[in-house]
């Protein structure tokens, strides 16, 4: 079994596509379909967060990421799922196709980009690594139809990125690679912020003051950075590590956020030590920005919401809820804010 | 006190069956039910607890468990732990009062058995009741509510 003739799904994709019986807690529902390329031999890739990770990896039988499972399927048959959810509930607007590292996945990626497209008729998303996908395939994906491009840069500064993805861990990628890739997918997408996306995984080993002012390089190539929660990946080379705390990652959302929202750059907001102390705008606005509540839900291409994906449905119902799927209440507001 | 429920007319293994649209309800009918989509079955002097078929596959494939310890008192009616799946968490309430004199380490060990087995292998806890329980459904009832609950 290989892409571009089967592909992965995420379990909340296989349940809203009706592969899956499963419910959603709180009721979210998923507003992307989650696809992931899959190849006998697995990722070549060696991230030491990541389930696919090659050392790790039961190559076509390891099944995790993000936390659960990601059961495989006929292209054909998700498309065929997707187009009649997507009919049946409108809150199905987008399709992500995620990448593995290999030499073959762009031209595989660019025909599952057209046939999804062509049978779905919704919005496209892709997720690359420009360590295997360079402008011409950048290209390739836009003529195919796509409508965003996103990097998983993850790591904030590049000695991280070394430690987490690069040779020192033997792995392929290197942080001058995937910065070029960023500046590579914005001139083929445009600037419109909504074509190029970077993610960008807290709490890797980061300060604060670095990921805000990485962030805000994101923003200044043009691209637009969705934000993940770092949660230790069963089976991966960091299954022993922690997630950050919760009150470092909400201050670091509504850095993005109001970076996002063109209210303040970086180089306006103060560090001590490495963390943010002031967001270099008025106490009233900040407050308003936190009770509007946006700040803390998925950051993604516009549909995306990821519900339970940096975080266990147990730690949601605790209100240790890390990207909201949905818009927070009152009384999520209200916890929010007993958590900075 | 403990008090036997008689199950005379009814045999072991006997599954009564429903089909309505894709929702099909099993109901062992050697064992009583609860509007929490609990089921109790008599075991000697104890009574057997467990999440009936309907619950465990509308919830997902179950990952984690949280149960309460030997000893431990539950209320009829009252939360006693807690199941979680992929992407769903929910309490367990209590179909029986008494006392918890086991629990299914096996499924506490490998959450998987309840969608595997949910009225056998993959049972929750057993108890010394207090009293009669009351206002337990039999498997065709049970069944019935279900099939009201999805209309």
Known sequence: ?340 | MTTVIHFATLTWGDRMLAKRTDIKVEAPADRLYDKNHMWVRKDGDTYIVGWTRHAVESAGDVSYLVLPKRGERLEAGKDFGSVETGKWVGRFASPVSGEVVDINAGAMKDPSTLNDDPFGKGWLLKVKAKGTPKGLLDAGSYIKFVRSQDK
């Not at chain 1, 290197?174 to 419109?192: F, N």
């Not at chain 1, 063109?262 to 705008?281: I, P």
């Not at chain 1, 799927?325 to 009384?331: H, L």
């Open chain 1, 1 to 340: 079994m290989a892409s571009p003739k089967t592909v992965r799904i995420s379990l909340a994709a296989a349940m809203t596509l009706g592969f899956k019986k499963g419910r959603f807690y709180r009721d979210a529902k998923l507003g992307c379909i989650n696809l992931l390329m899959e190849y006998d031999e697995g990722c070549t890739a060696n991230c030491r967060y990541c389930g696919q990770a090659r050392e790790i990896a039961d190559r076509p039988t390891c099944k995790s990421l993000i936390r659960v499972s990601w059961p495989s399927y006929p292209l054909e048959k998700v498309i065929e799922a997707t187009r009649k959810a997507a009919k049946q509930d409108r809150f199905v607007q987008r399709v992500c196709v995620s990448a593995l590292t290999r030499r073959e996945a762009p031209r595989d990626l660019v025909e599952i980009v057209r046939r999804v497209k062509l049978g779905t008729r919704l919005k496209v998303s892709t997720l690359i690594t420009p360590t295997v996908f360079k402008r011409k395939d950048m290209e390739a994906i836009k003529k195919a139809g796509a409508e965003n491009i996103t990097i998983a840069v993850d790591c904030c500064t590049p000695e991280i990125f070394e430690q987490m993805r690069g040779k020192r861990t033997k792995g392929p990628h290197s942080w001058e690679t995937y910065l070029k890739g960023i500046k590579d997918a914005v001139h083929v997408m445009g600037k419109d912020r909504n074509s190029v996306g970077v993610h960008l995984i807290m709490g890797l080993g980061e300060s604060e003051e670095e990921a805000v002012r990485f962030m805000q390089q994101c923003y200044d190539l043009g691209a637009r950075v969705h934000l993940f929660s770092f949660y230790p990946e069963k089976g991966s080379l960091m299954e022993g590590g922690e997630q950050p705390p919760l009150d470092f990652y909400r201050r670091m959302q509504l850095a993005r956020s109001l970076i996002d929202k063109d209210l303040v750059t970086a180089d306006k907001m103060r560090f001590k030590d490495g963390q943010l102390v002031d967001y270099g705008l008025p106490e009233k606005i900040i407050k308003a920005e936190v009770r509007k509540g946006k700040a803390f839900m998925t950051s993604g291409c516009p549909g995306c919401n990821r519900p339970y994906a940096n975080e266990t449905p147990s730690q949601a119902q605790q209100g240790l809820l890390r990207n909201y799927p949905f818009p927070p209440n009152a009384e999520d507001i209200e916890r929010i804010e007993g958590q900075f």
